[in-house]
Protein backbone atom coordinates (compact mmCIF):
# COMPACT_ATOMS: atom_id res chain seq x y z
CA UNK A 1 0.00 0.00 0.00
CA UNK A 2 2.81 1.96 0.86
CA UNK A 3 4.27 1.73 -2.74
CA UNK A 4 1.10 2.29 -4.22
CA UNK A 5 0.79 5.62 -2.44
CA UNK A 6 4.08 6.64 -3.94
CA UNK A 7 3.53 5.51 -7.54
CA UNK A 8 -0.19 7.28 -7.57
CA UNK A 9 1.67 10.42 -5.91
CA UNK A 10 4.57 10.13 -8.67
CA UNK A 11 1.44 9.75 -11.57
CA UNK A 12 -0.18 13.49 -10.06
CA UNK A 13 3.10 15.06 -10.03
CA UNK A 14 3.95 14.62 -12.91
CA UNK A 15 0.46 15.62 -14.24
CA UNK A 16 0.65 18.65 -12.36
CA UNK A 17 4.20 19.25 -13.37
CA UNK A 18 3.20 19.38 -17.33
CA UNK A 19 -0.03 21.73 -16.45
CA UNK A 20 0.76 25.53 -18.11
CA UNK A 21 -0.48 28.52 -15.82
CA UNK A 22 0.60 31.17 -14.36
CA UNK A 23 3.51 29.64 -12.42
CA UNK A 24 4.88 28.01 -15.39
CA UNK A 25 4.96 31.14 -17.70
CA UNK A 26 6.66 32.38 -14.15
CA UNK A 27 9.06 30.33 -13.66
CA UNK A 28 10.21 30.66 -17.88
CA UNK A 29 9.97 34.13 -17.50
CA UNK A 30 12.07 34.34 -14.50
CA UNK A 31 14.73 31.53 -15.13
CA UNK A 32 15.38 33.36 -18.08
CA UNK A 33 15.48 36.79 -17.42
CA UNK A 34 16.94 36.42 -13.85
CA UNK A 35 19.30 33.51 -14.33
CA UNK A 36 18.69 29.91 -12.30
CA UNK A 37 19.26 31.48 -9.13
CA UNK A 38 16.17 33.57 -9.11
CA UNK A 39 14.31 30.54 -10.98
CA UNK A 40 14.58 28.54 -8.00
CA UNK A 41 14.23 31.17 -5.77
CA UNK A 42 10.57 31.51 -7.25
CA UNK A 43 10.60 27.68 -7.34
CA UNK A 44 11.09 27.46 -3.66
CA UNK A 45 8.61 29.70 -3.43
CA UNK A 46 6.12 27.92 -5.38
CA UNK A 47 7.02 25.04 -3.10
CA UNK A 48 6.26 26.14 0.21
CA UNK A 49 3.16 27.62 -1.23
CA UNK A 50 1.95 24.32 -2.41
CA UNK A 51 2.59 22.77 0.72
CA UNK A 52 1.00 25.17 3.02
CA UNK A 53 -2.12 24.67 1.04
CA UNK A 54 -2.05 20.77 1.24
CA UNK A 55 -1.54 21.33 4.79
CA UNK A 56 -4.49 23.68 5.07
CA UNK A 57 -6.58 21.34 3.35
CA UNK A 58 -5.54 18.42 4.73
CA UNK A 59 -6.89 20.23 8.16
CA UNK A 60 -10.05 21.03 6.92
CA UNK A 61 -8.64 25.29 7.00
CA UNK A 62 -9.95 25.11 3.53
CA UNK A 63 -13.19 24.75 3.74
CA UNK A 64 -13.40 28.63 4.19
CA UNK A 65 -12.92 29.18 0.70
CA UNK A 66 -16.56 27.67 0.26
CA UNK A 67 -18.40 30.40 0.95
CA UNK A 68 -19.03 32.24 -2.35
CA UNK A 69 -17.65 35.74 -0.82
CA UNK A 70 -14.34 34.12 0.36
CA UNK A 71 -13.69 32.67 -3.43
CA UNK A 72 -14.56 36.38 -4.73
CA UNK A 73 -11.85 38.49 -2.67
CA UNK A 74 -9.31 35.60 -3.74
CA UNK A 75 -9.83 35.64 -7.18
CA UNK A 76 -10.03 39.49 -7.01
CA UNK A 77 -6.80 39.20 -4.66
CA UNK A 78 -4.75 36.80 -7.02
CA UNK A 79 -5.75 38.40 -10.22
CA UNK A 80 -4.24 41.78 -8.97
CA UNK A 81 -1.35 40.60 -7.97
CA UNK A 82 -0.57 38.38 -11.71
CA UNK A 83 -1.30 42.04 -13.28
CA UNK A 84 0.93 43.95 -11.02
CA UNK A 85 3.45 41.19 -11.78
CA UNK A 86 2.69 40.72 -15.45
CA UNK A 87 2.48 44.73 -16.34
CA UNK A 88 6.11 45.01 -13.86
CA UNK A 89 7.25 42.72 -16.16
CA UNK A 90 6.12 44.17 -19.69
CA UNK A 91 6.98 47.91 -18.37
CA UNK A 92 11.05 46.54 -16.87
CA UNK A 93 11.55 44.96 -20.73
CA UNK A 94 10.89 48.19 -22.13
CA UNK A 95 12.84 49.84 -19.82
CA UNK A 96 15.77 47.15 -20.10
CA UNK A 97 15.60 47.46 -23.90
CA UNK A 98 17.21 51.15 -23.41
CA UNK A 99 19.95 50.11 -20.70
CA UNK A 100 21.58 47.95 -23.54
CA UNK A 101 25.56 47.15 -22.30
CA UNK A 102 24.99 47.87 -18.36
CA UNK A 103 25.14 45.12 -16.32
CA UNK A 104 22.29 43.39 -14.96
CA UNK A 105 21.79 44.19 -10.67
CA UNK A 106 21.76 41.95 -7.92
CA UNK A 107 18.14 40.31 -7.53
CA UNK A 108 16.84 39.61 -3.95
CA UNK A 109 16.36 36.42 -3.59
CA UNK A 110 14.36 36.21 -0.55
CA UNK A 111 11.78 38.78 -2.61
CA UNK A 112 11.68 36.43 -5.44
CA UNK A 113 10.45 33.58 -3.26
CA UNK A 114 7.46 35.86 -1.54
CA UNK A 115 6.94 36.34 -5.32
CA UNK A 116 6.90 32.77 -5.96
CA UNK A 117 4.52 31.78 -2.76
CA UNK A 118 1.87 34.45 -3.54
CA UNK A 119 1.56 34.02 -7.02
CA UNK A 120 1.11 30.18 -6.49
CA UNK A 121 -0.81 30.79 -2.85
CA UNK A 122 -3.36 33.85 -4.80
CA UNK A 123 -4.59 31.66 -7.68
CA UNK A 124 -7.77 30.33 -7.17
CA UNK A 125 -7.39 27.15 -8.88
CA UNK A 126 -4.47 25.92 -7.59
CA UNK A 127 -6.23 26.48 -4.16
CA UNK A 128 -9.87 24.35 -5.13
CA UNK A 129 -7.19 22.03 -6.61
CA UNK A 130 -5.22 20.83 -3.58
CA UNK A 131 -8.67 20.45 -1.76
CA UNK A 132 -10.12 18.19 -4.50
CA UNK A 133 -7.22 15.84 -4.23
CA UNK A 134 -6.85 15.82 -0.57
CA UNK A 135 -10.71 15.05 -0.35
CA UNK A 136 -10.32 12.25 -3.32
CA UNK A 137 -7.08 11.44 -1.53
CA UNK A 138 -8.47 11.38 1.82
CA UNK A 139 -11.37 9.51 0.84
CA UNK A 140 -9.82 6.29 0.61
CA UNK A 141 -10.05 4.02 2.79
CA UNK A 142 -7.23 2.02 2.50
CA UNK A 143 -4.99 5.27 3.01
CA UNK A 144 -3.78 5.68 6.40
CA UNK A 145 -2.35 9.34 7.13
CA UNK A 146 1.09 7.85 6.46
CA UNK A 147 -0.13 6.67 3.33
CA UNK A 148 -1.39 10.46 2.87
CA UNK A 149 1.40 11.84 3.43
CA UNK A 150 3.90 10.20 1.07
CA UNK A 151 1.01 10.70 -1.60
CA UNK A 152 1.37 14.34 -1.22
CA UNK A 153 5.32 14.60 -0.35
CA UNK A 154 5.85 12.21 -3.25
CA UNK A 155 3.36 14.55 -5.13
CA UNK A 156 4.99 17.81 -3.99
CA UNK A 157 8.97 16.88 -4.53
CA UNK A 158 7.94 15.67 -8.66
CA UNK A 159 6.29 18.80 -8.87
CA UNK A 160 9.59 20.70 -7.25
CA UNK A 161 11.74 18.91 -9.18
CA UNK A 162 10.49 19.38 -12.73
CA UNK A 163 10.05 23.20 -11.67
CA UNK A 164 13.43 23.73 -10.97
CA UNK A 165 14.23 21.72 -14.15
CA UNK A 166 12.24 24.51 -15.89
CA UNK A 167 14.01 27.26 -14.43
CA UNK A 168 17.51 25.74 -15.28
CA UNK A 169 16.70 24.95 -19.22
CA UNK A 170 15.12 28.64 -19.26
CA UNK A 171 18.26 29.65 -18.36
CA UNK A 172 20.18 27.66 -20.63
CA UNK A 173 17.96 28.57 -23.82
CA UNK A 174 17.79 31.77 -22.98
CA UNK A 175 21.33 32.12 -23.30
CA UNK A 176 21.52 30.93 -26.55
CA UNK A 177 18.85 33.71 -27.85
CA UNK A 178 19.18 37.03 -28.99
CA UNK A 179 18.28 39.95 -26.62
CA UNK A 180 15.53 41.11 -28.83
CA UNK A 181 14.19 37.57 -29.00
CA UNK A 182 14.41 37.51 -25.29
CA UNK A 183 12.87 40.90 -24.88
CA UNK A 184 9.79 40.19 -27.15
CA UNK A 185 9.14 36.64 -25.39
CA UNK A 186 9.60 38.40 -21.92
CA UNK A 187 6.72 40.87 -23.02
CA UNK A 188 4.67 38.00 -24.48
CA UNK A 189 4.97 36.43 -20.87
CA UNK A 190 4.24 39.38 -18.77
CA UNK A 191 1.20 39.62 -21.13
CA UNK A 192 -0.14 35.95 -20.58
CA UNK A 193 -0.05 37.06 -16.89
CA UNK A 194 -1.90 40.55 -17.11
CA UNK A 195 -4.77 38.18 -19.20
CA UNK A 196 -5.05 35.59 -16.93
CA UNK A 197 -5.24 37.76 -13.71
CA UNK A 198 -8.13 40.04 -15.99
CA UNK A 199 -9.79 36.17 -16.37
CA UNK A 200 -9.54 35.40 -12.25
CA UNK A 201 -11.22 39.15 -11.52
CA UNK A 202 -13.84 38.51 -14.10
CA UNK A 203 -14.37 34.82 -12.51
CA UNK A 204 -14.49 35.97 -9.61
CA UNK A 205 -18.12 37.85 -10.06
Not at 39 to 49: E, N, P
Not at 104 to 115: C, F, G, R, S
Not at 165 to 192: D, E, P, T
Amino acid sequence: MILQAILQGLALGFILAIQPGPSFFALIQTGSKGGFKSGLALAIGIFISDIFCVVLAYLGIAQLFDNPQNKEYIGLVGGGILIIFGLFSIFYEKKESHEKGIEIKAVNLPLIVIKGFLLNLLNPSVIFLWILWVGAVGSNKQFTHIHIVLFFLTTLCIVFITDVAKAYYANKISQRLSHKILRNFNLLLGVILVVTGLVFIYRAF
